[in-house]
């Protein structure tokens, strides 16, 4: 492949991918250039990612345990703040067990890997994050996708290939989306056609249910229910990182045979520790999540007064869907011009015609920041 020529054609098109370099930490707002930018772009829900508590708790653990694991899980790079970790996200989630992965990528890889095998033939809501797609094209499985929240699509492929051994993988709430999946109705198919469910709930951790333990505690979905839970830490809990959760014999298994668990550096142990301590804010964040539903409301107010359309999410995530590339990109450099950061996101991640730009709601943000978003959305639309 000619690189210069690729790279090339990615400008043309519209897709070349480029950096900002921040200079201050995560929030409401960020530097670059030393110039402050209103963030819509983060995935740092409940604001956890700069906390002052946090900050402090990890300074102290660096103390203790220095800044690094030192080797991988199984050599000598589980410590005691792991295994405290995992139980207490086993008792938050409530599952038998939890594993820790250093990110969501590398658990969903995991998942596929060691529960997938010739004769299995996975399952995928067309939405699914790439680390889905990719965990399914990796294993020794074949991959089928079906339309985004189609029961009837996945209930029909489903009957076509139940004479293989089943597993259906799909996020809670959708990345790009912000919707959910319909979870009860495809844990009853699941349960109908032997099929083993996953659920990736990286974006409803923190953010849904009465503890913020996400989706499943939202709609009251328990293990037997959905088996196997990955999340990750680099969302709501504001570090970086993930888990599976699930039975005893599927954790075993993911510590024997999981190579993206085996052949990698263990967590730092004093993430271990401030993730641990995050999980207290989660749960104890239900006014960071009421503010969040406040900003999501406001939004779509704001965005209705302006005559402008909003897409059927509910969630923190609100993508303004433009359509065309450039369009979309030009509208995302606007902001720009503006002081105000959101994603501009366009295919392969989201399908062609709906470029966008995903927009993140946090509980660090106010009305006046939702204010100001929205006024520039429509002033740069005119
Ligand atoms: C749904 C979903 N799963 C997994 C991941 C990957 O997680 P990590 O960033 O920890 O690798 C992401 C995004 O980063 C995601 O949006």
Redesign the pocket.
């Known amino acids: 492949m000619d690189l210069v020529d690729d790279i090339d054609r990615r400008k043309k098109a519209g897709l070349f991918r480029s950096r900002r370099t921040i200079q201050s930490a995560q929030g409401a707002s960020v530097s670059i250039d030393n110039e402050v930018y209103l963030n819509f772009s983060s995935?740092d829900y409940l604001g956890l990612a700069n906390h002052e508590s946090l900050k402090a708790c990890m300074i102290d653990a660096i103390d203790r345990y220095g800044i690094g694991a030192g080797a991988s899980q199984l050599l000598v790079g589980h410590s005691r703040p792991h295994q405290k970790l995992e139980k207490k996200l086993a008792s938050f989630l409530s599952r038998d067990a939890a594993l820790v992965?250093?990110?969501?990528?590398?658990?969903?890889l995991a998942v596929a890997s060691v529960l997938v095998d010739t004769n299995t033939v996975i399952l995928q809501d067309k939405r699914?994050?790439?680390?889905?797609i990719d965990a399914a094209r990796l294993s020794n499985g074949h991959l089928v996708r079906y339309r985004h929240n189609d029961l009837r699509h996945l209930e029909r492929l489903l009957e076509k290939h139940k004479n293989n051994n089943l597993m259906v993988m799909t996020?809670?709430?959708?990345?790009m989306d912000g919707d959910y999946a319909p979870l009860l109705e495809v844990s009853d198919l699941c349960v109908k056609y032997k099929a083993l469910l996953m659920v990736?709930?990286?974006?409803g951790l923190g953010v849904l249910g009465e503890s913020g333990a996400g989706l499943l505690e939202m709609l009251g979905l328990n293990q037997k229910q959905v088996p196997l839970l990955?999340g990750?830490?680099?969302?709501s809990f504001g570090a970086?990182?993930?888990f599976v959760a699930g039975n005893a014999l599927h954790i075993e298994a993911f510590i024997q045979k999981a190579r993206t668990y085996i052949y990698t550096t263990a967590m730092p142990p004093s993430l271990a520790v401030v993730i641990t301590q995050a999980i207290d804010l989660v749960v104890g964040g239900n006014d960071l999540r009421q503010q969040i539903e406040v900003l999501i409301r406001h939004y779509k107010e704001k965005m209705m007064q302006h005559g402008l359309t909003t897409s059927e999410s509910d969630t923190m995530i609100q993508p303004f869907i433009v359509g065309d590339i450039v369009k979309t990109t030009a509208l995302g450099d606007r902001l720009y011009k503006n002081k105000i950061l959101a994603a501009v996101i366009r295919p392969p991640t989201v399908p062609k015609g709906t470029s966008r730009l995903r927009i993140s709601l946090t509980a660090a943000h106010n009305k006046e920041h939702v204010d100001r978003l929205v006024a520039t959305i429509s002033n740069s639309l005119k």
Do not use: P
Request: proline fraction near 0%; avoid cysteine.
């Open positions: 995935n992965f250093t990110s969501g990528y590398q658990a969903n699914n994050h790439a680390s889905l996020e809670g709430v959708f990345s990736d709930d990286a974006h990955v990750t830490f680099g969302k970086s990182g993930a």
